[in-house]
């Protein structure tokens, strides 16, 4: 199995604007990416900001946004994915895409809405857990308020090796941020890859960023507070075999189904 390069982008995003969003993340890619990634990774809702206006932003799948990630994913030959509202079939979803460079793509559609901005009253929540594949490694797709239902996330038969967390979190609940990321990766003996914003929404909701990648054991192999940053890391899967089988506590787990 090979390693695993992936990239992450903590951005600073424009109020419901698609278009200078569009433009700018594309602008800090070209500057920031100088070597081969395998992903690239966008925080919830990178193309507007964790917004409740569907009805004015959200796009169909074959909208701009879906576009503009399959031309970011050709050019720079890695699977690029984040969350962005799409209108199917009447409703709306925050809809995390997983793009490919060939154009296909997965999808995964936020299952915990946030009940306290009313996410529940404008999105209709997924109901699947979707696990996809690259380069060998299985990657469990979450989004934001996801990460504080654990049974939600639970990995009870190493059915994933990363789960990667995109988000629109903010600062004055940050403290939460920074112990469910680590408690995520510990319990179920896996990567976490959590990748939030920076910046004032238009709300004057603040966002503080500490996007971070936890290994199995809660070691950091990235941090970073406060500022923008576009950063490359790379992930090592002998290590996260050699961690489940020193200390294989998961097959003591409890078996359980969810309705």
């Not at 919830?44 to 074959?62: I, K, R, V, Y």
Request: net charge negative; hydrophobic share 40%; with cysteine.
């Amino acid at each position: 199995m090979q390693n695993l390069k992936v990239t992450v982008f903590q951005a600073y995003l424009f109020w419901e604007n698609t278009t200078k969003n569009l433009q700018n993340l594309a602008l800090r890619l070209s500057m920031g990416v100088k070597e081969h990634t395998d992903l690239i990774v966008l925080p919830e809702m990178f193309n507007t900001g964790f917004s409740m206006d569907a009805t004015n932003l959200a796009e169909p799948e074959d909208g701009p946004t879906m576009l503009w990630m399959a031309d970011m994913a050709r050019k720079y030959e890695a699977v690029i994915t984040g969350s962005l509202i799409i209108s199917e079939g009447g409703k709306y979803y925050n809809r995390m895409v997983w793009m490919r460079p060939d154009g296909s793509f997965e999808k995964y559609d936020k299952h915990h809405l946030f009940g306290l901005g009313e996410e529940d009253k404008n999105y209709t929540a997924g109901q699947e857990q979707v696990i996809v594949e690259l380069k060998g490694w299985k990657i469990r797709l979450a989004i934001c308020y996801d990460l504080r239902f654990p049974v939600w996330l639970r990995n009870r038969h190493d059915d994933y090796d990363i789960l990667l967390v995109i988000a629109s979190w903010p600062d004055k609940r940050v403290m939460h941020w920074k112990q469910l990321i680590p408690a995520r990766a510990i319990e179920n003996q896996c990567y976490v890859i959590a990748v939030n914003r920076v910046g004032h929404d238009g709300n004057e909701v603040y966002h503080s960023g500490h996007s971070m990648c936890i290994d199995p054991s809660g070691n950091t192999v990235y941090y970073k507070p406060e500022d923008e940053d576009l950063y490359t890391f790379s992930i090592n899967y002998p290590e996260l075999i050699k961690i489940r089988r020193s200390f294989p506590f998961l097959q003591d787990g409890d078996e359980f189904t969810l309705n």
